[in-house]
Nanobody, 127 residues
Framework: VQLQASGGGLVLAGGSLRLSCAAS????????RGWFRQAPGKEREFVAA????????LYADSVKGRSTISRDIAKNTVYLQMNSLKPEDTAVYYC?????????????????????WGQGTQVTVSS
């Protein structure tokens, strides 16, 4: 079971990035999927999550209105489109999968509800 995050990079404030998280080694169709981030010296924090069917979505207040999470079930891939990026968005972004995706309440914004984690992709926003 592997989650591979990609799409990070260096961008100017106000720019956009699209992160991808491809899953392999298992069928994740009933898993909720999420994105978290961790800035230097800070705890890992919730960014966005999507239910197994895509019908329920959560966003952290810090990214709400600027980010869109989506998933392609056939490709086992989740995306995070981030617009109007700010320097405070700078962090390593991690994707995660929750095997209890059919449970409630799901998706979760708590990192301990997620069972599988990707390696992270660096997002750096310069002012």
């Amino acid at each position: 079971v592997q989650l591979q995050a990609s799409g990070g990079g260096l961008v100017l404030a106000g720019g956009s990035l699209r992160l991808s998280c491809a899953a392999s080694g298992h069928t994740f169709s009933t898993y909720a999927r999420g994105w978290f981030r961790q800035a230097p010296g800070k705890e890992r924090e919730f960014v966005a999550a999507i239910s197994w069917g895509g019908g329920r979505i959560l966003y952290a207040d810090s990214v709400k209105g600027r980010s869109t999470i989506s998933r392609d079930i056939a490709k086992n891939t989740v995306y995070l489109q981030m617009n109007s990026l700010k320097p405070e968005d700078t962090a390593v972004y991690y994707c995660a999968a929750d095997k209890n995706g059919l449970g409630t309440p799901r998706p979760s914004d708590h990192l301990y509800d997620y069972d599988y984690w990707g390696q992270g992709t660096q997002v750096t926003v310069s002012s």
